[in-house]
Nanobody
Framework: QLQASGGGLVQAGDSLRLSCAVS????????MGWFRQAPGKEREFVAA???????WYGDSVKGRFTISRDNAKNTVYLQMNSLKPEDTALYYC?????????????????WGQGTLVTVSS
């Protein structure tokens, strides 16, 4: 199971840290990702991290967001800085099943329930 948390209502320029707690299996061997979906839009890749700490970022969040993991806590994080109104979305964490497709939603097999991030201007 994946449990995302940390969303909320913030102002433009603020920061938030999302967490995704993973239960079951061997978290330290998992590649993990964050996606987001705004109303009326398709699900968008945000960031991913491999079991060996390799990272990928979507173009719209590069330089502002940072993905990390704590294997001792079975948790993956998404630190979001300099938030913009266009970052408003439901954010999902997911477990990857195809390491060669870290940016594709269909490469992930387990998804959390989502946590809502709202950025006001």
């Amino acid at each position: 199971q994946l449990q995302a948390s940390g969303g909320g209502l913030v102002q433009a320029g603020d920061s938030l840290r999302l967490s995704c707690a993973v239960s079951g299996g061997t978290f330290s061997t998992y590649d993990m990702g964050w996606f987001r979906q705004a109303p009326g839009k398709e699900r968008e890749f945000v960031a991913a991290i491999t079991w060996s700490d390799g990272t990928w970022y979507g173009d719209s969040v590069k330089g502002r967001f940072t993905i990390s993991r704590d294997n001792a806590k079975n948790t993956v994080y998404l630190q979001m800085n300099s938030l913009k109104p266009e970052d408003t979305a439901l954010y999902y964490c997911a477990k990857n099943r195809l390491a060669w497709a870290m940016t594709k939603a269909n490469a992930y097999d387990y998804w959390g329930q989502g946590t809502l991030v709202t950025v006001s201007s």
